[in-house]
């Protein structure tokens, strides 16, 4: 599946409308507490709320490169997609970074930057994130959190920013549940039945020790299968790349 959200939504109150089958969304999880991530970012392409994303400089944002679109508008400080908040910034693309190894076919290198057209406002309600530098071990309790469905294969998208606990798996398990496709810009985390990233949820963040380690991007569908987990980008294979890109 790739997390890849269209939830059909109005900038004061949201719609939810249709989702491609195969994206991602946090399931299992909780309600963030308010503005606990905030780093978290919505990407919206007119009214449709598209993907996640992450904040990891005033002026750039993280996110999987399965979500390039034209036209891309950035929201910053939001928790509950159906309100107006007073925390709330919109921004908009001005360039997007696709990595030049990027494979759709594969979801090899699925990494993209968002240059803004301004400098975030930062607050303690807007702030980027710092990117992980060492790859994650196994057994490493991490967070991944967005606003996709809540159920699978059925749709319920929810109005507040979901939190979820996910476990980083070894990579004997990520090779073994998705024979053949696991190279080493991946890594797999979750595999509990019914905890899962899943429509929706495409490039937002995995947050493991208070640092950014990885990117929702794909995993089977419906999502939350036993021994099926979620696939994310991985980070520490990137920072040379990302941080060369946006100096």
């Known amino acids: 599946r790739m997390f890849f959200l269209l939830t059909a939504l109005q900038i004061l109150a949201i719609a939810i409308g249709h989702l491609r089958a195969q ?20 990407l919206f392409q007119g009214i449709h709320l598209l993907c996640g994303g992450v904040l990891i400089h005033g002026n750039w944002v993280i996110t999987a490169a399965h979500c390039k679109k034209l036209n891309l508008q950035v929201f910053l400080g939001k928790h509950n997609l159906h309100q107006t908040e007073s925390s709330q910034e919109q921004i908009s693309v001005v360039q997007t970074v696709t990595h030049p190894g990027y494979t759709n076919a594969t979801h090899d290198q699925d990494i993209m930057l968002l240059r803004l057209a301004q400098p975030a406002d930062l607050s303690d309600l807007i702030r980027p994130i710092n990117i992980s530098s060492h790859c994650p071990s196994a057994g490493t309790t991490c967070m991944v959190s967005g606003w996709g469905t809540t159920s699978s294969p059925q749709v319920k998208f929810p109005k507040a920013l979901q939190c979820l606990n996910i476990t980083v ?8 549940a998705y024979p053949g496709q696991i190279d080493r810009t991946m890594f797999c985390a979750g595999d509990k039945g019914g905890r899962d990233s899943c429509q929706g949820d495409s490039g937002g963040p995995v947050v493991c020790n208070g640092m950014l380690q990885g990117l929702v991007s794909w995993g089977d569908f419906p999502c939350g299968k036993p021994s099926k987990p979620g696939v994310y980008t991985n980070l520490c294979q990137f920072t040379k790349w990302i941080h060369g890109t946006i100096k």
């Open 169 to 176: 798996l070894s990579d004997e398990r990520c090779r073994k």
């Open 23 to 42: 994206e991602t969304k946090v399931l299992g999880g909780e309600e963030c507490e308010p503005h606990s991530q905030p780093w978290q970012a919505g």
